[in-house]
């Protein structure tokens, strides 16, 4: 079955550590993963995707086939980066859509 | 970067009354639109896919007679909870796509009384 986990629902982290939020997937076709963030009282945004390979607000991520993973890391988190991050994947079977993991909320500590 | 637009943002309903929300592209056309559900401090559940000019392709469990879904042009799909009761509360967000990035709207706030 398709499916998205993120395993940690809130991870504090100090400002100025490394951060990574972790992600890992179930799906048999060739994976296309995304991370959006959700900013207090804004709407999901797009953060990044495996595809691009680029880097958005210091943050990467690195799809891992073996591992079946896309963990998100910083390498030194900033108070704005606390918010509500979803991992997401898309599925293209005879369908085309993308499902969310249940996210972590990342709450960076001063 | 491209917009979506939801409408109302919030709506109170009584139980046993049908509510509408609609879901607009500002900017670009989608044939395809997705309506999340969203359970408070809880991840996006897909609800449906409402395609353009076709029927809505419903995930498992979601009852389609439930939540009507109308993709009348291709800037608007709205969603309509049918007789709705107070299980149905929650945040209806949706989304479109275009250039394979998914762009969400606001959201939609639904209590039902």
């Known amino acids: 079955a398709q499916r998205v986990t993120q395993p940690e629902k809130l991870l504090s982290v100090f400002k100025g550590a490394p951060v990574e939020l972790k992600c890992n997937y179930s799906?048999?076709?060739?994976?296309?993963l995304f991370w959006y963030v959700q900013y207090s009282r804004q709407r999901l945004q797009l953060l990044l995707r495996h595809i691009s390979r680029e880097s958005i607000k210091g943050f990467t991520a690195d799809l891992n086939k073996g591992e079946t993973s896309f963990h998100l890391k910083k390498p030194f988190a900033q108070e704005e980066d606390s918010a509500m991050y979803y991992c997401?994947?898309?599925?293209?079977?005879?369908?085309?859509?993308?499902?969310f993991g249940k996210g972590t909320r990342l709450h960076i500590l001063p | 970067g491209a917009v979506v637009s939801q409408h109302p943002s919030w709506v109170i309903c009584k139980s046993g009354t049908s509510v509408k929300i609609e879901c607009r592209s500002l900017?670009?056309?989608?044939?395809?639109m997705f309506w999340y559900r969203q359970f408070p401090k809880q991840s996006l559940m897909l609800m449906a896919t409402?395609?353009?000019?076709?029927?809505?392709?419903?995930e498992q469990g979601v009852e389609k007679d439930k939540f009507l879904i109308n993709h009348a042009s291709l800037t608007l799909s709205t969603l309509t909870v049918t007789s709705a009761h107070p299980e149905d509360s929650s945040f209806y967000i949706c989304s479109a796509r275009r250039a394979g990035e998914l762009f969400f709207g606001e959201g939609s706030r639904l209590t039902v009384l």
């Open positions: 409402s395609n353009e000019g076709s029927k809505a392709t419903y």
């Open positions: 900017d670009f056309q989608a044939t395809t």
């Open positions: 799906y048999s076709g060739s994976p296309e």
């Open positions: 997401a994947l898309r599925i293209m079977n005879r369908d085309d859509k993308i499902i």
